[in-house]
């Protein structure tokens, strides 16, 4: 991996890579170059199949505190118009392997929008959630308007994007927000441990079990249900559905090899 200003990306077990979000300083504010790093690190990994799934955390003490607001505070209405990041940000959007956030202390505006960018968050019990950007005079602008109302509803997604007031990790928990709760300590540790449990399964069920769940946010159901059946049809010509199935039968573990 090249060496990178305000990420820092390891490969703590085989299959997995780790980005840190680094500017510890700016409490890991997404300045346009963490955002790019992120998005060329992910880019980075499609093609490998050696790498089956990442995590994304901030460290113990905070995930992101949003975009960075003195990068911002350079934009006029022409300059946020031209702006590149929103093309990071599908990048990062479009990512086929799975993405788990280990989120501890502030996840803020675009650090918000990033965790919802991952497909499970493990949360440290020191988590704060919030969409604060009502008190700058903007609004998300990363999906936050979008991702939240599909994740925790009408009434939640109104009170945190209209007040901008933070919710802890119980409550994100009990919306949705966050799968599992653990000391801040251990978040990245559970994060980790879940991306190796699914680094070992077929990659080819995992990428699409993630596409079909993520279209689940933006079509109607006999849509969704159509490209489940699809995906799950072709799965079937898949030599690891056969071995899958092959090492059931015969009480052994499977030997997946994404083909
Ligand atoms: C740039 C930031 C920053 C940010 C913190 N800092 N958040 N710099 N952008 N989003 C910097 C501070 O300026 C300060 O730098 C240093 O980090 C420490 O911040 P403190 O405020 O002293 O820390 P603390 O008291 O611990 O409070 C942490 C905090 C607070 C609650 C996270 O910093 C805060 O409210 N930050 C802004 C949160 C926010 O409004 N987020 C939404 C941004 S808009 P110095 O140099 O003074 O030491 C957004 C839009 C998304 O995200 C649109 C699409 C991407």
């Not at 992120?38 to 003490?61: C, M, P, Q, R």
């Not at 990512?95 to 929008?113: Q, R, S, T």
């Not at 440290?124 to 959630?129: L, S």
């Not at 919306?175 to 559970?190: A, H, Q």
């Amino acid at each position: 991996m090249p060496d990178y200003q305000d990420i820092l990306v390891t490969a703590p077990d085989s299959g997995v890579i780790t980005i840190t979000l680094n500017r510890p300083e700016a409490r890991n504010a997404l300045c346009n170059n963490l955002l790019r790093e992120i998005a060329e690190t992910l880019d980075s990994t499609i093609n490998d199949d050696s790498i089956k799934a990442v995590v994304i955390t901030g460290g113990e003490h905070v995930f992101a505190a949003g975009a960075d607001i003195k990068e911002m505070a350079e934009l006029d209405a022409v300059g946020v118009m031209n702006d590149i990041r929103p093309s990071y940000w599908r990048r990062i959007a479009q990512y086929p392997k799975p993405i788990i956030a280990a989120v501890n202390g502030f996840a803020l505006g675009g650090g918000c929008e990033l965790m919802m960018h991952c497909d499970i968050v493990i949360a440290g019990d020191n988590a704060q959630f919030g969409q604060p950007e009502i008190n700058l005079g903007i609004i998300p602008g990363a999906g936050g308007t979008q991702r939240l109302l599909r994740t925790v509803g009408k009434s939640m997604a109104m009170q945190l994007v209209l007040s901008g007031e933070f919710i802890n990790a119980e409550q994100a928990r009990d919306f949705g927000l966050v799968s599992e709760i653990t000391i801040p300590e251990m978040s990245y540790n559970r994060a980790l441990k879940l991306a190796k449990n699914i680094a070992r399964k077929p990659p080819l069920a995992v990428r699409l079990a993630k596409e079909s769940l993520l279209k689940a946010y933006e079509t109607t159901l006999e849509t969704g249900l159509n490209l489940e059946r699809k995906s799950f049809t072709l799965l079937a010509a898949t030599e690891d559905r056969n071995e899958g199935i092959a090492a059931f039968m015969e009480k052994r573990r499977p030997d997946f090899r994404g083909k």
